[in-house]
């Protein structure tokens, strides 16, 4: 017990280390850029590896709440006066209630019927969103108003790698307490027995309910902070493709590995910038390097390198 | 005073009748048996009273309730527990973790202050570990506590099961053979176990193929034949039943075992 | 009625395509019970192949064959080189590798074809046909008739000869089609092979009417995906009833409700029969054993 406590501060600690170590190596502002970007995505994958990871369910359409978190932000302060930083509430709401009420049909699906039904909630996001031009811009995609807090006006990518950087650390610290909890526990049994589940008395429904409801407001509130930062927002933060790259963040680093989620975001975000330089060839590259890790790691980056560590240390 | 009764239950698969017109009933305390020939409908019973499976006919009352048709978290939720025969534990979880989560109906599990780990939820979970480790070392297996379930011999995976129910606190126990797969000295612990939580006033339901265990420990037998009754009562009345000799051994077994 | 009759048969010609695309997906699923993100790469594969080789002056129904041979070949390797080394790994990971394998397929035509749109002649002209009214471009028989064929030669491979049963017994119970001598891994990529040839085909017939380039593929995936879900998934005649039905509902929905939300109709049809029906239309509701 003593010892899950202290990984749970270590964790927190290395991260926070990380965070605050790192600017001291970054020549330019682009790499404050692009590690903001990691933390954005590590606090998306964050939220959708509990449902995954921990409770076992799938989700395709997942950069839905993403897109909603993104253009709660752009529209709010545009279109309806709301100050930036409600927002940023109304977003998580919105998502946190979109998922509620979606998810008690959803989530009774089991394997690839969940996935479909979450891509299409995901498709279906991202249309509307693409459709209703007068509010969304369109395809074009819409400025967002810079955010400020009383009277602090947040801007510039040195400021938002450190305010990423916070949320990330407040994202996994709340994953972290989830684990040794009794809704923790609950959504790892449901993930190995459900039926097992359902005899100790678990609302296993009310479960993956939640779980749902919490991925999506995780992805809502980085969709809100990415939109932030770039000062613009499109609809391919709500589109498929990025569902699936939240997906594959989550599944290459490791599922259930909160650790996991965030090496998984600073490989698959790092590599697309890496690979500019060869330009075309970027998504032949990203294509092969996915199906590559997925092959030799099949358990993920980080679980399968702690298995192998733990091994050499055995022997 | 029966706590748990089930009145002329019956479900088909495709046509077929895989429990038929079957009706129990224990009081608190009681240890009653079901056995019968493989494929009698014993674990399908189960799976109905457990709300696994939904009934097409019947009535299933428990502590004087009509339980009927309730999901099983539900009916867990009033004092119903229960193993499984193909285990269903939580492989990726320690043992310890598996019991504890048996303790989730005792639990409050809001999730805000989870969200958060408060100071109240920290408490809660040291209780609950200290008494899941208690149940542990009742079935012997405090030693391998924070061992992952999935790694633990088969034997052990049954014990931790009947941990697992027993963490609810549950007034009536469904164990589906507990000692499948068990040597004779850890057949002899589930035996202890078994009687012990009678003991203590828990209705215990038991589906085992071991006869030694089951004629020792019962205090009732119901034997179930291709999903009808076929017979009912003590094991030294259920023992002389020429009708379930012929169930088990056959027309001819049973006229040698008359003769025996 | 003119305007029903049109919609009909712009329904049944999209519908036809989708139905191809849920047929490929419903072979793979059912040999290897991996879900294939990549389908939709085969029909661009299709389209591009053909399109280039016409370009480059072969005969059109000469660049049509080597086109399917070239999906043939891509989709052999897809499961010599990302499937089959990954035999046995989860659900998840097996369709993050198809993802992986679509955006590849995707980054490789960009690079070998180019990014533009691209169009191939109707085989028998663009003059429409009268029927009822409804003007009909000759290229949807085309389209219909290819389907059917395909169909039918399917239906006759499975059902009469003892390769298709072989693919049958896999699709039933891998374990069992090993144990009775039937080399699953052999039929594993008879199906990826089976199922790039069928994706090509639909691409070859449809791009006269819908124009191909080298990212089509995504939605077209999304789609038949849909179509097999909708069919119930791994009923190979749930996925052509569940193409037909998302092409009419298309057609429909686009014509009489609204056009911009074309391709909403699709998935909010899916929400909702997964609501009403978790098995889908045609599948099988199983019992859980515990």
């Known amino acids: 017990m003593r010892a899950l406590v202290n990984q749970r501060f270590i964790t927190l600690a290395v991260l926070a280390v990380v965070i605050a170590i790192l600017p001291l190596i970054f020549p330019s502002s682009y790499y404050f850029r692009v590690a903001s970007l990691v933390w954005v995505s590590a606090l998306a994958a964050i939220g959708l590896n509990i449902l995954m990871g921990q409770a076992g369910q799938v989700s395709l359409g997942h950069a839905a709440f993403f897109g909603i978190g993104a253009y709660a932000v752009a529209i709010g302060p545009t279109h309806l006066g709301i100050p930036p930083w409600v927002a940023i509430l109304i977003g998580a709401l919105l998502s946190a209630v979109l998922a509620y009420l979606v998810g008690r049909p959803i989530l009774r699906l089991k394997g690839h019927y969940l996935a479909i039904a979450t891509l299409g909630l995901g498709v279906l996001v991202a249309l509307v969103i693409t459709t209703e031009s007068r509010w969304t811009g369109g395809p074009d995609g819409m400025p967002v108003e810079r955010l400020s807090l009383f009277g602090w006006r947040v801007s510039g990518s040195y400021t938002w790698y450190w305010v990423t950087g916070g949320l990330l650390l407040i994202g996994t610290w709340i994953a972290l307490n989830l684990d040794e909890t009794p809704t923790g526990r609950a959504f790892r049994a449901l993930h190995d027995s459900e039926v097992a589940a359902q005899v100790v008395g678990l609302d296993v429904a009310r479960f993956k309910l939640q779980a749902f409801v919490i991925a999506a407001v995780y992805a809502s509130v980085a969709g809100s902070a990415l939109a932030f930062m770039n000062g613009f927002i499109n609809p391919d933060q709500a589109g498929f493709l990025h569902s699936v790259e939240l997906v594959t963040i989550v599944v290459i680093g490791g599922l259930g590995s909160v650790v996991g989620s965030i090496v998984g975001a600073a490989v698959l975000v790092t590599l697309p910038q890496a690979l500019t330089v060869f330009q075309e060839y970027e998504h032949l590259l990203l294509g092969l390097i996915i199906i590559v890790a997925m092959i030799f790691m099949r358990n993920g980056i980080v679980p399968s390198l702690s298995a192998l560590v733990f091994r050499r240390a055995r022997s | ?260 | 009625m003119a305007e029903f009759l049109q919609f009909l048969i712009s329904g049944l010609t999209v519908g036809a395509v989708y139905a191809l695309v849920a047929l490929g997906f419903t072979l793979i699923y059912n040999a290897s019970g991996v879900v294939n993100f990549a389908q939709g790469e085969f029909v661009m594969l299709g389209g591009m192949v053909t399109v280039f080789a016409a370009a480059a002056g072969v005969p059109l129904p000469l660049a049509a064959v080597i086109a399917i041979c070239a999906a043939i070949a891509i989709g052999l390797l897809l499961h010599r080189f990302a499937i089959e080394p990954a035999r046995g790994a989860s659900a998840v990971t097996l369709i993050i590798i198809t993802i992986g394998a679509s955006i590849l397929l995707r980054g490789l035509a960009a690079i070998v074809f180019d990014k533009q749109f691209h169009k191939l002649p109707a085989f028998t002209g663009d003059t429409p046909v009268d029927m009822l009214g409804a003007a009909v471009q000759p290229q949807s028989f085309w389209v219909l008739g290819g389907t059917a064929v395909v169909v039918l030669a399917l239906y006759i491979f499975l059902e009469h000869t003892l390769l298709g049963k072989a693919v049958l017994a896999t699709a039933a119970n891998r374990l069992a089609a090993r144990l009775v001598g039937i080399n699953t891994t052999t039929i594993m990529a008879l199906a990826f092979g089976g199922s790039a040839a069928i994706g090509a085909i639909a691409g070859i017939l449809v791009t006269p009417i819908t124009l191909t380039s080298y990212d089509v593929g995504t939605l077209l995936a999304l789609k038949g995906f849909a179509a097999a879900m909708l069919g119930g998934m791994g009923n190979p005649v749930g996925a052509v009833v569940g193409g037909m039905l998302l092409g009419l509902l298309e057609a429909f929905g686009a014509g009489y409700i609204s056009s911009t939300y074309k391709d909403a109709f699709a998935f909010l049809v899916i929400l909702i029969v997964l609501f009403a029906a978790p098995q889908g239309l045609f599948g099988r509701r199983a019992v859980e054993r515990v």
């Open chain 2, 1 to 260: 005073m029966s706590i748990l009764k089930a009145t002329d239950i019956g479900i088909s698969f495709g046509g077929v009748k895989a429990v038929d017109g079957v009706s129990f009933s224990v009081t608190p305390g009681q240890i009653l048996s079901i056995i019968g020939p493989n494929g009698a409908g014993k674990t399908t019973l189960f799976n109905i009273v457990s709300g696994v499976y939904a009934a097409s006919r019947g009535s299933i009352q428990l502590a004087n309730e009509d339980v009927t048709g309730l999901a099983p978290h539900k009916l867990a939720a009033r004092g119903l527990s229960r193993t499984f025969q193909n285990l269903q534990i939580f492989q990726r979880m320690t043992a310890c973790e598996n019991v504890m989560v048996g303790r989730h109906l005792r639990e409050n599990c809001s999730l805000l202050p989870a969200l958060f780990r408060t100071p109240a939820v920290t408490r809660q979970n040291r209780e609950t570990r200290t008494a899941a480790l208690d149940l542990l070392a009742y079935v012997g297996l405090k030693d391998v506590a924070d061992v992952p379930a999935g790694s633990l011999p088969y034997g052990a995976c049954k014990r931790l099961e009947v941990a697992r129910a027993l963490a609810a606190e549950p007034r009536v126990l469904l164990l589906d053979e507990p000692a499948a797969g068990c040597n004779a000295v850890e057949t002899e612990e589930i035996d202890h176990l078994i009687r012990q939580v009678a003991d203590r006033g828990v209705a215990v339901v038991l589906v085992e193929h071991d006869m030694k265990l089951v004629m020792k420990i019962s205090d009732r037998i119901l034997v179930l034949e291709r999903g009808r009754p076929l017979a009912e009562g003590t094991p030294r009345e259920v023992r002389d039943d020429p009708r379930v000799l012929e169930a088990y051994l056959g027309q001819h077994g049973a006229r040698e075992a008359a003769r025996a």
